[in-house]
């Protein structure tokens, strides 16, 4: 990759990176709910004014708007739920690492309805090395004691698993459509499906976050978590999938826990434990060993 591809790798890194950040200050103002409505409407909004401004049209069909309203269920309306639920006792950044989880559930998933992405080797034994490291950041007893922090990781956990079902759910019905087409109707449909969801769960926001004194703080997470971190976000990830590809792209998952966790430490005084961070490590190992990358390098080198 060049000097332009990593810096973008570098920008999306930091943009999701920051973005679990943002849902801890965020959470001070909104419940989960509310939250990640604020997050997909203003997504939405901005992703598809600037599309409409560079010329861009979204298809009118009802099989690519129906594949977008599944799509926006899998990849933002229940992860960015169950993220934000699950960062209400957990760090940013244990929430970032545990994050690193999407990659070895979707290869797993993809395996089951894809039958371009067989289950190899590699990948097989690096899913093990990756859910090792997952259990180890979580913690063996975790698996046996249900407490809030431990009900939080699990539900970042399942986050990963929806996100690898939009990953299929893609592949299978919206391929044929362009990808930035693809975000901005799904960033639609979700900020159709999440007001409602939201005064279901939850009755109206808080009439106090429009107080003068959290104005600001609110101002400033809109900007954040919808513009920056969402419809900012999107078009740099498929620009780095054009430029790079998808193998290339799989880095981010391993930069985002970095930028996260600094951000936890400088910001909010939060630090992750040494647990967690060999849980990382092994998540790092896993992601290279799924790769591949590293196996054909020894190859060469014995060769």
């Known amino acids: 990759m060049n000097v332009h591809v990593w810096s973008l790798l570098l920008l999306l890194s930091f943009l999701w990176g920051s973005s679990f950040y943002i849902v801890e200050v965020g959470l001070v103002f909104l419940d989960p709910f ?8 203003t997504g939405a909004v901005v992703l598809n004014i600037g599309l409409y401004l560079a010329g861009h049209r ?50 797993i998933v993809a ?13 097989l034994v690096g899913v093990i090395i990756g859910v090792m490291g997952v259990v180890v950041s979580i913690g063996p007893s ?64 808080p009439v106090e976050i429009f107080l003068p004194s959290n104005r600001l703080g609110l101002l400033q997470v809109i900007i954040g978590i919808g513009v920056f971190c969402t419809a900012l976000a999107y078009p740099i990830y498929f620009k780095i999938l054009t430029l790079a590809g998808a193998s290339n792209l799989s880095l981010v998952t391993i930069i985002i826990p970095v930028f996260a966790i600094s951000l936890d430490a400088a910001l909010l005084g939060q630090f992750v434990t040494g647990q967690e961070m060999r849980g990382f490590g092994l998540i790092v190992a896993g992601l290279a060993v799924m790769d591949g990358r590293i196996l054909k390098r020894l190859r060469l080198k014995r060769s």
Not at 111 to 123: G, K, N, Q, T
Not at 168 to 190: E, F, Q, T
């Open 142 to 205: 975790a698996l046996l004691t249900l407490d809030v922090s431990s009900a939080g990781q699990f539900c970042i956990v399942l986050a990963t698993l929806s996100y690898s079902f939009a990953t299929v759910w893609g592949k299978l019905k919206l391929s044929a459509y362009p990808a930035l087409s693809v975000a901005a109707a799904m960033l639609v449909c979700s900020a159709m499906m999440s007001v409602p969801i939201a005064l279901m769960m939850t009755g109206l926001p």
């Open 111 to 123: 395996a089951m309805f894809l039958r371009s992405e067989p289950l190899r080797l590699h990948r």
């Open 34 to 41: 509310w939250l990640v409505s604020l997050r997909v409407v």
């Open 58 to 107: 979204l298809p009118n069909s009802r099989p690519f708007w129906g594949g977008c309203l599944i799509i926006g269920l899998l990849n933002n309306i229940l992860p960015f739920t169950l993220l934000a639920i699950g960062q209400q006792s957990v760090t940013g950044g244990v929430a970032a690492i545990l994050n690193g989880n999407t990659a070895f559930f979707g290869v």
